[in-house]
C-alpha cells in the first residue's frame, strides 16, 4: 500500500482560530479559492511523496528520534505565489535560525535514509488558499499590514500521511 508523506510542523487550536480568522476575512475578498481545512494547516518542512508502507519505517525513525529543543515561531504577514489557475496566498514565517537548522538536519537525515531531498530554496509559509482569486479592489499588502503576528512554541516535527477520504483531504501524524 502507498502512502503520501511529508514532515510537518504543526499547530495548537489557538494558532489555528487565528489562522481561521485571516482565512474567513479573505473569503470575504475572494471570488474563488481552495481554502484549507482548519485541521490541516500546517507548515511542510520536506515533502516525501508517495512511499510504501514497508519503507516508511526509517521516515518513521527519523520523526521519533530528531531532537528538537523547543523555540518559538512567529507567523507574519500574506503573500502570495502568483498562478494561472488562481494564486496561492500564504502567512509568512519570520527567519528562524532554529528552524533553519532543524530543516537542515532533516534534510540529511531524509537523504541518508535513501530519500530524494527537494534542491529548491527554503521559502517558509503556511498555504490558506489555492486557487485564489481576490476582488480587484481588495489591497492584499494593506490587509497584511493590520495583522498582528502570530508567536508559537515549537517542540516537535511530525510525520504525517495525507489521504483523501470522502473527496476531503485530511493529513494524519503518524510519528
Known amino acids: ?42 507548515l511542510t518542512l520536506a515533502f516525501i511523496g508517495e512511499v510504501t508502507q514497508d519503507r516508511s519505517g526509517p521516515l518513521r525513525q527519523i520523526a521519533e528520534t530528531l531532537k528538537i529543543t523547543p523555540f518559538e515561531l512567529k507567523l507574519q504577514g500574506l503573500g502570495r505565489f502568483r498562478r494561472d489557475g488562481g494564486d496561492i496566498l500564504w502567512v509568512g514565517i519570520e527567519e528562524n535560525k532554529s528552524l533553519a537548522s532543524i530543516y537542515n538536519k532533516l534534510g540529511g537525515q531524509i537523504a541518508e535514509a535513501g530519500f530524494t531531498v527537494e534542491k529548491r530554496k527554503f521559502t517558509p509559509h503556511l498555504t ?48
Open 1 to 42: 500500500m502507498m502512502m503520501r508523506l511529508f514532515y510537518a510542523v504543526n499547530f495548537d487550536d489557538i494558532v489555528k482560530k487565528r489562522l481561521s480568522d485571516i482565512q474567513n476575512a479573505l473569503r470575504a475578498q475572494a471570488t474563488r479559492g481552495n481554502f484549507t481545512l482548519v485541521d490541516n494547516l500546517h
Open 128 to 175: 490558506l488558499i489555492r486557487e485564489a482569486r481576490l476582488r480587484p479592489e481588495f489591497d492584499l499588502t494593506a490587509f497584511s499590514g493590520q495583522l498582528e503576528p502570530i508567536v508559537t512554541s515549537i517542540s516537535k516535527i511530525s510525520l504525517m500521511k495525507s489521504e483523501r477520504s470522502q473527496g476531503r483531504l485530511t493529513y494524519t501524524e503518524i510519528a
